[in-house]
């Protein structure tokens, strides 16, 4: 599967964003989807996952409450809605997929995508 990530962008403290994650090909939903971010000069962490039909979900504490992980399976499409955001959001996001639902480790995901930055100032 290859995955394209969009959405990213310059917002205010406490705007929203949505992220977008297009997957190709016609076997989307057979692949545990997730989000994962990096900020300049940290090592990547997890922000969400989802699994194959969307039914569940599962987050980092820093984002629950504030992000949304959703799946449109129809459409192969794999989205995070961002509220509240704050400047330590600030990082390239980037989707990933497995066949097995890894949760949040994000070295077992093997397929990824290659990052929107989202940047939001104070």
């Known amino acids: 599967v290859q995955l394209q990530a969009s959405g990213g962008g310059l917002v205010q403290a406490g705007a929203s964003l949505r992220l977008s994650c297009a997957a190709s090909?016609?076997?989307?939903?057979?692949?545990?989807m997730g989000w994962f971010r990096q900020a300049s000069g940290k090592e990547r962490e997890f922000v969400a996952s989802?699994?194959?039909?969307?039914?569940?979900?599962y987050y980092a504490d820093s984002v629950r409450g504030r992000f949304t992980i959703t799946r449109d399976n129809a459409k192969n499409t794999l989205y995070l809605q961002m509220n509240s955001l704050k400047v330590e959001d600030t990082a390239v996001y980037y989707c990933?997929?497995?066949?097995?639902?890894?949760?949040?480790?994000?070295?077992?995901?093997?397929?990824w995508g290659q990052g929107t930055l989202v940047t939001v100032s104070s």
């Open positions: 990933a997929a497995d066949h097995i639902f890894y949760y949040s480790d994000s070295q077992q995901y093997n397929y």
């Open positions: 090909g016609r076997t989307f939903s057979s692949y545990a």
């Open positions: 989802i699994n194959w039909s969307g039914s569940s979900t």
